[in-house]
């Protein structure tokens, strides 16, 4: 039996390893390319203009995402996942109340993301049935986490409910689509208002 070459045998065993480090590289590019291109062209784009922004071939594009139904859920999940992962890393680096409101800032941003894939995801193709579910169960918890720091802070009231809050936040920045700032402006008052009768797990109510 012959040997197997110094350092050979290690080389073979890293990769596979390397190939799926690539691949992910490749996923993570893609979706961010199509959001892109969704945003400035919308969701019916040619795939060739996405797979050239994102530095690959169209083959590579097509085997991560066969039907352009699956580039277009994978762009709305990645954009719930950001959001809603956003909320930990706030509640650590920001007191309660700026939390939240930087928060509420980028939900804004996700919002106005969300308004580029508006003309699938309302078509009634039932490869999106289950995208309003997930944004429920990926937001409403991450958005709770938030306004109960801030509550038990007492920089906010007790009784909001996340989803409602989900739900004017968006209905804002809709009423003003390609008005970021006003629409950030609004929401910066909703959130004061949140203030209002707001009081600390230690302090008595009034």
Same mark, same amino acid.
């Given at each position: 039996?012959?040997?197997?070459?110094?350092?050979?045998?290690?080389?073979?065993?890293?990769?596979?390893?390397?190939v799926?480090?690539?691949?992910q590289?490749?996923?993570?590019?893609?979706?961010?390319?199509?959001?892109?291109?969704?945003a400035?062209?919308?969701?019916?784009?040619?795939?060739?203009?996405?797979a050239?922004?994102?530095?690959?071939g169209?083959?590579?594009?097509?085997?991560?995402?066969?039907?352009?139904?699956?580039?277009?859920?994978?762009?709305?999940?990645?954009?719930?996942?950001?959001?809603?992962?956003?909320?930990?890393?706030?509640?650590?680096?920001?007191?309660?109340?700026?939390?939240?409101?930087?928060?509420?800032?980028?939900?804004?941003?996700?919002? @106005?993301? !969300?308004?580029? =894939?508006?003309? $699938?995801?309302?078509? *009634?193709?039932p490869?999106? +049935?289950?995208? #309003?579910?997930?944004?429920?169960?990926?937001?409403?918890? @991450?958005? !709770?986490?938030? =306004?109960?720091? $801030?509550?038990?802070? *007492?920089?906010?009231?007790? +009784?909001?409910? #996340?989803?409602?809050?989900?739900?004017?936040?968006?209905?804002?920045?809709?009423?003003?689509?390609?008005?970021?700032?006003?629409?950030?402006?609004?929401?910066?008052l909703?959130?004061?208002?949140?203030?209002?009768?707001?009081?600390?797990?230690?302090?008595?109510?009034?």
């Amino acid at each position: 039996m012959s040997e197997t070459p110094p350092g050979k045998g290690a080389s073979a065993a890293r990769a596979p390893r390397r190939v799926r480090a690539d691949a992910q590289r490749n996923l993570k590019t893609l979706i961010k390319a199509a959001l892109d291109v969704f945003a400035a062209s919308g969701v019916d784009a040619p795939v060739r203009e996405i797979a050239e922004k994102a530095g690959v071939g169209v083959g590579t594009l097509y085997r991560h995402f066969p039907q352009r139904s699956d580039l277009i859920v994978a762009v709305f999940r990645s954009g719930v996942d950001c959001c809603a992962d956003a909320a930990e890393t706030l509640a650590e680096e920001h007191p309660p109340l700026e939390a939240l409101s930087r928060w509420m800032q980028h939900y804004v941003d996700f919002i @106005a993301t !969300k308004r580029g =894939l508006a003309a $699938a995801l309302y078509s *009634g193709n039932p490869a999106y +049935d289950n995208l #309003p579910a997930y944004f429920e169960q990926r937001l409403v918890p @991450a958005l !709770k986490s938030l =306004l109960d720091k $801030a509550g038990a802070a *007492g920089e906010v009231r007790r +009784d909001v409910d #996340p989803f409602d809050l989900l739900r004017a936040v968006a209905q804002l920045s809709n009423s003003a689509p390609g008005d970021s700032e006003h629409t950030r402006r609004m929401v910066a008052l909703l959130i004061d208002g949140l203030r209002y009768g707001a009081t600390s797990d230690h302090k008595p109510r009034q």
